[in-house]
């Protein structure tokens, strides 16, 4: 096996186990730090405009106090009809979410912020948002319940792991990068991090 690189000041800012799942596919050495803030959306806030606002602070605000680091900054948000669809924290609120997007489309906004505290402020931040389009299977109730008890995911925005059993409640899925559902597109970190001048392959 390949030995990981070794690069000891790259932070996920995130304590989410799906995000550093996903950045453990580079074979990178980070460190994963909660930014703990409110990420309520603002009033009359666009969609996009939160999942990036939140992608920034939350990847600024580990870097304010770790100098001479990499800090990778995501947010999720899921919108249906432009309502934004949040995590549904209990099985009720989860299955109602369900029964909304059932033979729907439903739009993720997933944005990404790499955060290079060893540049100014004003130059420190690269920022995307990736979208994805996802289209529900129109099923009945007692599937959505099923599905539900069985897999619990009531921490993530939409009420279905598409890494999981999820992916059997979904009809079409359409993106640029299939791992930008899951919370953190990587196709748009490599970029980022080669700009930063992080090297995958050596040789």
């Known amino acids: 096996m390949t030995d990981r690189l070794v690069l000891p000041h790259l932070i996920l800012a995130s304590s989410s186990r799906y995000r550093q799942e996903l950045l453990s596919r580079l074979r990178l050495s980070f460190e994963a730090v909660s930014p703990d803030i409110d990420e309520s959306p603002l009033a009359n806030e666009l969609p996009e405009h939160t999942a990036v606002r939140l992608a920034q602070e939350k990847a600024a605000k580990i870097a304010s106090d770790r100098p001479d680091s990499l800090v990778i900054g995501s947010d999720q948000v899921a919108t249906l009809d432009g309502m934004q669809i949040g995590k549904p924290g209990n099985h009720e609120n989860a299955l109602q979410q369900l029964q909304m997007m059932r033979?729907?489309?439903?739009?993720?906004?997933?944005?990404?912020?790499?955060?290079?505290?060893?540049?100014?402020?004003?130059?420190?931040?690269q920022v995307t948002n990736t979208l994805t389009f996802v289209r529900f299977r129109d099923l009945p109730d007692h599937e959505l319940d099923a599905y539900l008890h069985i897999e619990q995911p009531y921490d993530c925005a939409g009420s279905a792991k598409n890494e999981g059993l999820g992916i059997a409640l979904i009809e079409k899925i359409d993106s640029s990068d299939p791992t930008a559902l899951t919370g953190l597109p990587l196709i748009a970190l490599c970029s980022m991090l080669r700009r930063a001048g992080i090297a995958f392959f050596t040789g």
Do not use: N
Request: glycine fraction near 4%.
């Open 103 to 125: 033979g729907r489309e439903v739009i993720f906004h997933t944005a990404l912020c790499l955060w290079d505290s060893r540049r100014p402020p004003d130059e420190a931040a």
